[in-house]
């Protein structure tokens, strides 16, 4: 296939292989979540809520540097193509893995952690890819195969790291995901066509390649800037979950490795039933404003229960509702990306990522601390289901902002008609 990649049926192969892409780069970040509580309390020799508080620092090394050099990838990417970009981040994740695998302390964790935020593009570059060969009638439709990807990588990945660390400790999982991504980054480097066409590529600019750059840029793009708003919530938010799961499962079910994996097995299998099937009957049946709403409801509802539950089986229920929340949140991607010219795909990928990649910052920092506040010995007052209250407020907060914003349709850019604006649906999922 050429450069000049249409949005017809050639876009088939290229849409196939970067979903196979984005699949197996799910699944070796999926293999070693399980791993993480007992790795570090073995290398630091903390308590489980002592090390929740450490997780949340190790997060913030990816995404301090994800944060900043987003911008710069996704700018280089609508300069120099996809391609180059996706494969950079592809082979610098696979090192990175192995420096983990054989890291002797914490502090050369943190030091893996900041390569991977550095290297850490293949998203934001692989969305980019989606648009370029789209046409705006299946672009909704294509950016759910993101939410895919990551429903069948976390039915797989987790549950393969959880057997693995449970059955060879917790170094294991690195090596497998290492691998993964050395043969993901094989298959891209062989198969893998261009998507930005020359005639659509931008000078490569400074001032925009960076995070304030990028999100001052895109401030003429009215629905995105109000859009990033909520997104920006919904993702903070979702930090009381995907940041806490092993530390408050382990510490209010006793979940071991292997547990913690089956049930994130259980949470990718809801996101890909969900991405890969409901979005395309619940959206056109309610409509798209009624959807995110309802999507943006069922998030609420679901963190909250999950801060009230107190038995296994009620983790594994609440966890239906939680992620048929997924109705709504690629809305707010898709939305975004039918306001923007072809050639800002990129930026706007960039622009995105650096959202998620503030609250990755100070998601983890707010809420694992929060949960080492409130459990353990040293607990102020004991209520471990602390963080997802707050996420749960935090959403809530977030739904009231986008029942507003589509309520005010005169005042959406001009650039994107309001009857395609929103289209998808998405699944808040955890950082690198």
């Known amino acids: 296939m050429s450069e000049n990649t249409t949005t017809t049926d050639s876009s088939k192969r290229p849409l196939t292989l970067i979903f196979i892409t984005l699949l197996i780069d799910v699944i070796g970040f999926g ?31 990816f995404a301090f540097p994800q944060f900043l050099f987003s911008p710069v990838m996704g700018g280089l990417s609508d300069r120099f193509g996809r391609r180059p970009i996706i494969l950079i981040s592809l082979f610098g994740l696979g090192l990175d893995y192995v420096f983990h695998a054989v890291a002797p302390s914490i502090a050369m964790l943190f030091i893996g952690r900041v390569i991977a935020g550095i290297c850490g593009a293949s998203f934001t570059t692989a969305s980019s890819y989606i648009a370029d060969i789209s046409a705006p009638e299946k672009r909704a439709q294509n950016f759910g195969l993101i939410g895919v990807a990551f429903g069948v990588g976390f039915i797989l990945g987790p549950v ?15 090596w497998v995901a290492a691998g993964l991504s050395m043969l993901n980054g094989l298959l891209c480097l062989f198969f893998l066509p261009e998507s930005l066409p020359k005639e659509n590529r931008r000078k490569f600019e400074w ?28 993702y903070l938010a979702s930090h009381a979950v995907q940041s806490n799961w092993p530390y408050y499962t382990q510490y209010k079910f006793g979940w071991d490795e292997k547990m913690v994996g089956i049930s994130l097995g259980v949470v990718g299998l809801m996101i890909a039933i969900v991405q890969g099937g409901l979005i395309r009957v619940i959206v056109p049946k309610l409509g798209n404003e009624r ?96 963080p ?24 959406l850019s001009p650039e994107a008609p309001v009857d395609v604006m929103v289209e998808t649906g998405g699944q808040p999922v955890g950082n690198r």
């Open 207 to 234: 001032k925009r390649a960076n995070p304030i750059g990028t999100l001052l840029h895109l401030r003429k793009y009215h629905v995105v800037l109000k859009l990033m708003i909520p997104m920006f919530l919904l």
């Open 31 to 61: 293999i070693i979540i399980p791993i993480i509580p007992t790795l570090l309390q073995t290398l630091g020799n903390y308590t489980l809520s002592e090390a929740s508080s450490m997780g949340a620092w190790m997060i913030f090394a």
């Open 160 to 174: 393969i790291g959880g057997l693995t660390g449970d059955q060879w400790g917790p170094r294991a999982p690195f």
């Open 291 to 386: 959807s995110i709403e309802l999507g943006f409801f069922l998030y609420f509802l679901g963190m909250l229960l999950f801060a009230l539950a107190n038995q296994t089986w009620m983790m594994f229920a609440f966890t239906v509702v939680y992620c048929l929340g997924g109705i709504a949140g690629p809305a707010l991607q898709s939305s975004m990306s039918l306001a923007v010219p072809p050639n800002e795909q990129g930026e706007l990928s960039g622009g995105m990522t650096s959202i998620m990649s503030i609250t990755a910052i100070i998601g983890p920092l707010i809420m694992n601390n929060i949960f080492a506040a409130f459990s353990g010995e040293k607990a102020v007052y004991e209520l471990p289901g602390a």
């Open 388 to 411: 997802m209250l707050l996420g749960a407020f935090l959403i809530l907060v977030a739904a009231i902002m986008v029942f507003f914003i589509f309520r005010s349709r005169k005042e």
